[in-house]
């Protein structure tokens, strides 16, 4: 029975199996389009998700900290400096100057030539004195023993100012007379010698001095010491140079060459040149 049917009243229909097969095809009809929506929609197979790569990152970076402020030193403490920068140049060498601001790899501490000055030199050599006039020529000469004394001091460092004594004495001397050589008595030895003022210098550090003086000159002949002919002054220079080797702090030992030129007034009245060369060893005190 229809509801339009049970509303207007109309009768039931006495066929219940009618009624149920009726109702079945109803149920069928409405389940089957639905059934077949869902195979279409639902797949065949079950396949499992595809597999997703995790996504790698870098990690985050990250800064540096920052480096604190420096803190104040405990007192007391220094830094330490840095060494000069290297320029490449080779340091020089410097030498003694003798104020103290500078070292020397030649000379040690108060090896200095300040203050008191003393030079005792002796040596071996050759004089003569000699004449060309119209009384003909005449020459004295012979080897000769040298002595060399000079005293003084050094008003600034390395220069000396003294006092020159100096002297040639030839035992054996010989004499020339118109190119003939004769052998002047044996009681007779031969002299020239001088008293004069000096001025001298030392090379540092080497240690080598030159020094000459102006000197009054004299030549003489002696007997036993006692002159039995001599000159009247006239003028000499005498140089002395060489080379010393520090001893001690104020002694020095060398050696030192000497040359002697100097002309002299014969009691005649004839001039007469002195000529002198030695080697002597000195020992100086300065």
């Not at 079945?24 to 869902?38: D, E």
């Not at 870098?58 to 402020?69: D, F, I, K, N």
């Not at 080379?243 to 060398?254: C, D, F, R, S, T």
């Amino acid at each position: 029975m229809t509801i339009r049917q049970l509303s207007t009243g109309a009768p039931c229909d006495p066929r219940p199996e009618l009624r149920i097969a009726t109702l079945v095809s109803y149920a069928l009809a409405i389940a089957l389009p639905a059934s077949h929506a869902f195979a279409q929609d639902s797949p065949s197979t079950l396949e499992p998700p595809p597999a997703t790569t995790p996504e790698t990152s870098s990690p985050p970076a990250t800064e540096e900290p920052a480096s604190p402020p420096p803190s104040n030193p405990p007192p007391g403490y220094e830094y330490a400096k840095p060494p000069p920068p290297d320029t490449g140049d080779i340091p020089a060498i410097v030498p003694y100057t003798g104020t103290g601001r500078a070292s020397s790899l030649f000379r040690k501490p108060g090896r200095r030539h300040t203050g008191f000055f003393l030079r005792l030199a002796v040596g071996a050599g050759y004089t003569q004195a000699s004449a060309d006039d119209e009384l003909g020529e005449f020459r004295i000469f012979g080897g000769a023993l040298s002595i060399n004394i000079a005293v003084g001091g050094a008003p600034v460092e390395n220069f000396i100012i003294y006092a020159d004594f100096f002297s040639f004495i030839a035992p054996d001397p010989r004499e020339d007379i118109d190119g003939t050589t004769t052998r002047v008595r044996d009681d007779l030895s031969f002299s020239a010698g001088g008293l004069g003022l000096g001025f001298g210098g030392y090379f540092t550090p080497i240690n080598m001095f030159l020094g000459g003086s102006i000197a009054l000159l004299s030549v003489s002949l002696d007997d036993g010491g006692v002159a039995v002919a001599e000159s009247d002054p006239g003028v000499g220079i005498n140089i002395v140079g060489g080379k010393e080797w520090w001893v001690g702090p104020e002694w020095g030992l060398g050696v030192a060459p000497q040359f002697l030129i100097g002309w002299v007034p014969d009691l005649d009245g004839t001039r007469l040149t002195v000529l002198g060369a030695s080697l002597m060893f000195s020992a100086t005190f300065n």
